[in-house]
């Protein structure tokens, strides 16, 4: 069963950076989407970030213009880099592959908390 683990996560006052990392236990160099969740306390998960084998990526409106996801599909492994941090950003951050309109390829790993405060 593939494995999704997401790293990076931490309490950090508005207005700072954090970078999450996400390592895959398999290849997603055939994987054409990776993407970025994230969950808050008494809401619904929400796609924040994609991007697609060749690069093309797409955000939120919410986080447009301060984060940034990549990947290596050399090492397995999806980024997102977060700046200009929002106490609103706050949640548990996961890293999955879309599939189809609400689907996932993979199971959810354990997520990474983030916490800004104000």
């Known amino acids: 069963q593939v494995q999704l683990v997401e790293s990076g996560g931490g309490l950090v006052q508005a207005g700072g950076s954090l970078r999450l990392s996400c390592a895959a236990s398999?290849?997603?160099?055939?994987?054409?989407?990776m993407a970025w969740y994230r969950q808050a306390p008494g809401e619904q998960r929400e796609l924040v970030a994609q991007?697609?084998?060749?690069?093309?990526?797409n955000y939120a409106d919410s986080v447009k213009g301060r984060f940034t996801i990549s990947r290596d599909n050399a090492k397995n492994m999806v980024y997102l880099q977060m700046n200009s941090l929002k106490p609103d950003d706050t949640a548990v951050y996961y890293c999955n592959a879309p599939f189809g309109p609400s689907d996932t390829l993979y199971s959810w790993g354990q997520g990474t908390q983030v916490t800004v405060s104000s």
């Open positions: 991007i697609s084998r060749g690069g093309n990526t």
């Open positions: 398999t290849s997603i160099f055939s994987i054409n989407a």
